[in-house]
């Protein structure tokens, strides 16, 4: 129950349901998944552990809002793994993980072209998923996950950008030609040049969503 619970709020909050500095009720989230206040409270606790969330005394749960240097740090550790993961990709990576790996990068291709949010990161979250799985190294694959989704509020949005999402299944073909070819090296330089563009877009995609943020508070305020 509690794992089940876990994975539906975090789907809540990586589809975009629940924003950054979104505020949580038990009340509500109890109402919401069918579920009893105490299950509710378990969980809570649960994704403050994994970074999603911050537990306040008097003010229950909100979203956790990541700030520029935090996810400066976050992208860090994530260009870190994924290159771990490409190397390992193509020195081990069978036949059926590669043709998977390809098959999710048209997917998301299909997926930007008709610009739909949803769609987008679900497209998306297969894409890592299938590429995590290719170092076929589940503590790393886990790993990767996690980072992945306290960083998945800002993925539709970049992909958005005017430009980036032709640029961005270019650069996913190149990596998967270079791990099809058994280039660990290959492989491992396509997907820093993605996660380099990556960053760069999701840092724009960040820096607005703050701005939007500070515009509302600044509404409520003045009111």
């Given at each position: 129950m509690r794992e089940t619970l876990s994975r539906k709020l975090c789907s809540l909050i990586t589809n975009g349901t629940y924003k950054p500095g979104d505020r949580l009720t038990e009340r509500e989230l109890s109402e919401r998944l069918k579920a009893s206040r105490p299950s509710i409270r378990e969980t809570l606790r649960q994704l403050e552990a994994e970074g999603l969330l911050d537990l306040h005394p008097n003010r229950g749960a909100v979203v956790r809002m990541l700030s520029v240097p935090a996810v400066l740090e976050l992208w860090e550790v994530r260009l870190a793994l994924e290159t771990l993961i490409a190397e390992?990709?193509?020195?081990?990576?069978?036949?059926?993980?590669?043709?998977?790996?390809?098959?999710?990068?048209e997917s998301m291709d299909a997926s930007l072209r008709s610009k739909e949010r949803t769609r987008i990161r679900m497209a998306k979250s297969a894409m890592f998923e299938a590429f995590a799985s290719g170092a076929n190294n589940?503590?790393?694959?886990?790993?990767?996950?996690?980072l992945n989704v306290r960083l998945s509020f800002l993925w539709s949005s970049s992909l958005m950008i005017p430009g980036r999402?032709?640029?961005?299944?270019?650069?996913?073909?190149?990596?998967?030609?270079?791990?099809r070819n058994r280039n660990p090296e290959a492989a491992r330089a396509g997907v820093i040049l993605y996660n380099e563009h990556s960053k760069a877009m999701a840092m724009y995609a960040l820096r607005a969503f703050i701005d939007?943020?500070?515009?509302?508070?600044?509404?409520?305020?003045?009111?």
């Open positions: 390992r990709f193509a020195r081990h990576g069978t036949a059926a993980q590669i043709e998977r790996f390809e098959r999710a990068i589940g503590m790393l694959a886990a790993y990767f996950q996690q999402p032709a640029e961005s299944i270019g650069e996913l073909r190149a990596l998967s030609t270079a791990i939007s943020r500070e515009k509302a508070d600044g509404g409520r305020n003045r009111r």
